[in-house]
């Protein structure tokens, strides 16, 4: 199933601003991600990890790029800055990269390069 260059934006906003129910949802289980201060997580990890947390109240996107390899993976590239409520703030440059999955589309690569 073909997916539209929004769709994966909206995607990955969704696990920046919904926490744990997104991760259940788009994140492949073997999929592997970096995160700072968390390590490699495979994607059953985080989504274990991130099932009882919120996730951040904003999040801006900038400087993106996605890149379609073929017909079932896409590859996007951003720089994040994100808020929580309690006034938190985080910058990070993120890739993410996503794979067609029989009919659905599921993360399977995650990296955040924290930006001082």
Do not use: F
């Not at 744990?20 to 990890?45: C, K, N, R």
């Amino acid at each position: 199933m073909a997916i539209t260059d929004e769709a994966v934006w909206l995607a990955e906003e969704r696990l920046w601003l919904e926490g744990g129910s997104a991760y259940s949802e788009l994140v492949a289980g073997e999929a592997l991600l970096v995160m700072p201060g968390g390590g490699i997580l495979t994607g059953s990890e985080a989504s274990e990890a991130m099932a009882d947390r919120e996730g951040w109240q904003s999040v801006a996107m900038s400087q993106q790029a996605l890149s379609r390899s073929d017909k079932n993976a896409i590859v996007i590239a951003y720089r994040a800055e994100a808020e929580h409520a309690d006034d938190t703030r985080y910058a990070a440059h993120c890739t993410s990269t996503y794979h067609a999955v029989g009919g659905d589309w599921q993360l399977i690569q995650h990296q955040q390069t924290v930006i001082d």
